[in-house]
């Protein structure tokens, strides 16, 4: 067999697995080599699916699991995550009773709140905890000043970006994101106010779960987590692990829910992103078509599905990746040129941005 048939086999090994995991089939009649079941453990160990697919694996015949010492791996690797995400459900319990505690509603973005919706919740590989904090920039700087906050900052200085600012690491190694925007959004401003303003508004409708923690409505991540994987896709890459929790969103989503998300696509400067994740939910997860937000679009799609499996979860695999700075910039700066088939004024002001800093730094160096 050659090495593009091999590539092909594999990957739709990996979706199957994807597929058992996540409870879209109850097909075990799986069939891998050893070989096989070693590529299939790097490749969810480079798209951050190495729980969701364990979940899979515990599922098939013993004679059609991994080698025992993979296995035994493996094994340790999915507890490893299944403690985490105990971890930081625990944290993000304590961070909305404390944010509570001063009078401020929250609600907790991405991860955690997307981990509670899989077959297995504690199996989502975990990151870091996102936590939306009402009350706009300025205010929720000043409120991270008092207690107790104060006292968490302890010596070190608040440095907020455009949607959010990074609590100091706790002792328990646990990263954590206080927004005062609901989103990174878009980089083209005119498309980024209208998603912005919309997202704030949805952000009324959060609502407690029994981890301890509040999560904003299904519509609302609908929007927020496609404008984060077009903002991620156009500036390194994305992995399956988006892929998955999108396939997860919209499996709970009503149809009013992506009816209404799908009437803003254009207005939000979503729509051919969207098209293209459609297209790949179909072939990874074969979804149902009642779920898509709009025409799947093949001629993205590919494209998506490409840079995903070459560069792994966020890019970071990718060979460009790995190559000397200069070398690394230039491969990068080719591949937006490359993506503005996607949103040309998308990625039009993703560079004006870039520019607007380097003639800041250098400003600054002069």
Not at 179 to 189: E, I, R, V
Not at 215 to 233: E, G, N, W, Y
Request: charged share 25%.
């Amino acid at each position: 067999m050659n090495t593009s048939n091999k590539t092909e086999q594999h990957q739709e090994q990996f979706f199957q697995l994807l597929r058992l995991s996540m409870g879209v089939t109850e097909q075990k009649d799986f069939v891998a080599t050893d070989e096989d079941w070693q590529w299939l453990h790097e490749e969810t160990d480079r798209q951050s699916l190495i729980g969701v697919i364990y979940g899979a694996m515990i599922q098939l015949p013993a004679n059609q699991q991994p080698p025992v010492d993979l296995l035994i791996k493996w094994i340790y690797q999915a507890d490893v995550i299944n403690g985490k995400n105990e971890l930081l459900n625990q944290e993000s319990a304590r961070l909305t009773k404390l944010f509570g505690d001063a009078g401020r509603r929250t609600a907790i973005l991405k991860g955690q709140a997307n981990a509670r919706l899989y077959p297995d919740k504690f199996l989502r590989q975990p990151g870091d905890i996102d936590i939306w904090v009402e009350g706009g920039r300025e205010n929720v700087l000043s409120l991270l000043k008092t207690e107790p906050f104060a006292s968490m900052m302890g010596d070190k200085e608040l440095k907020p970006e455009y949607h959010h600012v990074h609590l100091p690491t706790s002792d328990k190694r646990v990263i954590v994101e206080v927004h005062f925007l609901p989103s990174s959004g878009n980089f083209n401003p005119f498309t980024n106010r209208r998603l912005q303003r919309c997202l704030n508004m949805e952000l009324i409708n959060t609502e407690s779960v029994e981890e301890g923690f509040n999560v904003p409505s299904v519509r609302f991540a609908l929007a927020m987590q496609l404008s984060h994987i077009q903002h991620h896709f156009f500036r390194g890459g994305i992995g399956l692990r988006q892929v998955c929790d999108y396939y997860m969103l919209l499996k709970n989503s009503t149809e009013k829910d992506r009816w209404m998300v799908a009437d803003y696509l254009t207005a939000f400067g979503l729509r051919q992103i969207a098209g293209a994740l459609m297209w790949v939910l179909g072939e990874v997860f074969q979804m149902d078509r009642a779920l898509i937000l709009c025409k799947p679009d093949s001629y993205y799609g590919e494209c998506m599905l490409r840079e995903i499996m070459e560069g792994g979860n966020f890019g970071h695999h990718a060979q460009r990746q790995h190559q000397r700075m200069w070398r690394r910039l230039f491969a990068g700066k080719l591949r937006q040129l490359r993506l503005m088939r996607f949103n040309f004024w998308e990625v039009f002001w993703m560079e004006m941005q870039f520019c607007k800093v380097v003639f800041q730094t250098l400003l600054k160096c002069s």
